[in-house]
């Protein structure tokens, strides 16, 4: 089975903070995304990344930078957080081979900015 | 622009219901349309996918139709169970490898016994 973890269920972080949210995906594959989920918003993604150093920006990746040193690992960075960055973060990883289409999910990492 | 309008929920029925969550979207293009199903405390998971229209996508007694007159991809379930309780997200794909993802607001459904 596909595994995708995150480092952290639930995290509280002041404003003003740099914070650091972790993915990582034990299934070698090439496409990893992190998106917030926010009630009657649904997912919007933030960035993701289609190999090793790659990333591509999403819908809203102001306020967000990301990481990917490896191919299994990729993190999202708040560079100084603030309040309407409260939210519920997913990470997801796909495999780029043609009809491949489905990602995977982490189970989220509550975020709380006070 | 692309985008996605699922029913506000949630969705309140009896074991054994026929369920119907309507899906439609905007997009330039013929885009994939997939239905990712999140239940408590867990990630999503992609529930069903129709890559082009009339077809129809179907999983676990699930099913919607890719309908491009109507530009729609409702989902319905003949009979559900207290099991399907979760949040269903409609979502379109703005290119061909699934990857840019515009997901609609998610409906919760709630099944009673």
């Known amino acids: 089975d596909v595994k995708v973890t995150q480092s952290s269920r639930y995290l509280v972080k002041r404003t003003g903070e740099k914070v650091f949210l972790e993915c990582v995906q034990d299934m070698d594959h090439e496409n990893m995304f992190w998106y917030r989920q926010d009630p009657g918003l649904g997912l919007r993604l933030i960035y993701f990344?289609?190999?090793?150093?790659?990333?591509e920006k999403g819908d809203i990746p102001e306020g967000y930078s990301v990481s990917r040193e490896k191919k299994e690992r990729f993190s999202l960075i708040l560079e100084s957080a603030s309040t309407n960055q409260t939210s519920m973060y997913l990470c997801?990883?796909?495999?780029?081979?043609?009809?491949?289409?489905?990602?995977?999910f982490g189970p989220g990492t509550r975020l709380t900015v006070t | 622009g692309n985008s996605v309008t699922q029913m506000e929920g949630p969705v309140t029925l009896s074991e054994e219901a026929f369920l119907t969550i309507n899906c439609t979207y905007t997009?330039?293009?013929?885009?994939?349309l997939f239905w990712y199903v999140q239940y408590p405390g867990e990630g999503l998971q992609l529930l069903l996918k129709?890559?082009?229209?009339?077809d129809k996508g179907s999983n676990k007694g699930f099913e919607a139709t890719y309908r491009k007159e109507t530009t729609s991809f409702h989902l319905e379930k003949g009979s559900v169970q207290v099991s399907d309780s979760a949040v269903y997200f409609c979502?379109?794909?703005?290119?061909?490898?699934?990857?840019?993802?515009?997901f609609g607001g998610g409906t919760r459904l709630m099944v009673k016994p």
């Open positions: 979502a379109l794909s703005r290119d061909n490898a699934g990857n840019m993802l515009t």
């Open positions: 129709a890559t082009k229209a009339d």
């Open positions: 997801a990883s796909s495999f780029s081979g043609e009809g491949s289409y489905e990602q995977y």
């Open positions: 997009a330039t293009g013929y885009p994939s």
């Open positions: 990344s289609y190999d090793v150093k790659m990333k």
